[in-house]
């Protein structure tokens, strides 16, 4: 017996195929079949009547890793119709943890992401770490990339140099062993201590690493403001030389003064002899720890360090000297939905609150954002988190992101001279599930796991904003995960139906 029945859709299967009317069939977790499916019995019979069914969103750009472990029903994210999320981004992961390392200096230097206190650190390696998350019970799929800043931490610590021939060697075998273990890949930071103080020669080792299992390289650039291209150029490099695939995490030409980065950028990516691609939000503002404004030779040592720096008169001379020059005006830097003023303000706060302080950062341009979404070599990922408006991860004002990225990417930029439907969902679902090895995720098609949504394309619409982040999106009305439903009728469930996903990635001989 068939477990459910969706009749009468417009199906985008997220291959990039034309859209057509068809019946989904589920059973046991997988997709049964697809097409005109009229007189088959199911125990739940859902009438779609126009309504578009495709593939759940495959968010490759996610920072639910402690998220998750709090808030398993996953809502802001399960909301908006993603199923499967790419954790570990931005080099900010929560492992390999050695027994030498400082877990607290580590979970300082990745304060961005930690976004539950009680959340318990209670692993040492992926293996660990997955337990946690499943004994979390996640209501959506997860898979990991292993965080350059705790691999760095584990072989090196926090001191704002190279690293040695054997801090390198022993890099490359915790990476090794949580990709022998299923991790997708590594990601970097380079604006995040202590993953800025590696040398390009560290970032060419690893990523050859990562090539040798046929993962992917995620990518904060070392600059999105005046350096970008040169950024661009640094990961085209390594990943000509290491035949790593890459993937630049949420392209953007960010400050005033560098509007029309984000088209040379694309063409750097163009020309690359290797395979390089990019992760984009449909968001004209930023969001990360205020303190990766400061110099990178502030952050020397951990966080702890860099706080009691920011007492000295001298220290903030030397900082306010070096800003005289910023990408940046302060009232496009918004911390807890107020803009910042003054140099002093921005370094009152990162001294009393150090990385724990996010800030939201406007200034960027709408050509830049639809140049990024409309190139071949782009996906989607929200940069976000997965929230609970009603827990401990409901404070304050993050971006809106972490909860309306995939309805506004529908609402805004699908239509005559953006992208087409099949386009937009193609991005959010076949494209990344393939980039990161989710065989069997990201299409719909008869053997495929059953991670499917049924929306409104009339109704669809992000209604999360800058000043209240904590809404729901409209017109996500069902959201099914390994064939459970999650969502039902814009309700959650309580279905805690995901899976941890292992790369099945194909190795290179
Ligand atoms: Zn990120």
Redesign the pocket.
Known sequence: MTDLLIKGALLVDGTGAPARTADVAVSAGRIEAVGDLGGQAAAQVVEAGGRMVCPGFVDV?S?SDLALISNPRAHSKIRQGVTTEVLG??G?GVLPLEAGTDTAALRAAVAFIDVDPAVDWAWRDLAGYRAALTAAGPSVNTASLVGHLPLRAAAVGFADRPATTSERARMCELLAAALDDGAVGLSTGLIYAPASYADEAELVTLAGVVAAYGGVFAW?LRDYTDGLAESVRQAVRVAEASGCRTQI??LAAVGRRNWGGVARALRLIEAADADVRADVYPYLAGSANLSQLLPGWAHDGGEAAMRRRLRDPRVRGRIRAEWADRWWDWPDVFVDGSPLATDDDALDLVAEGGNAVAMVAFGRSEDDLLAALAHPATVIGS?GFALDPAGPTGRGTPHPRSYGCYPRLLRHHVGPGRLTLEQAVHKCTGAPAKLFGLAGRGSIRAGAAADLLLLDLEKIEDLSTFAHPHRYPAGIDLVVVNGAVVIDDGVHTGARPGRVLRSQTEVNP
């Open positions: 750009h920072h981004n931005c900010l904060h995490s949420h940069d």
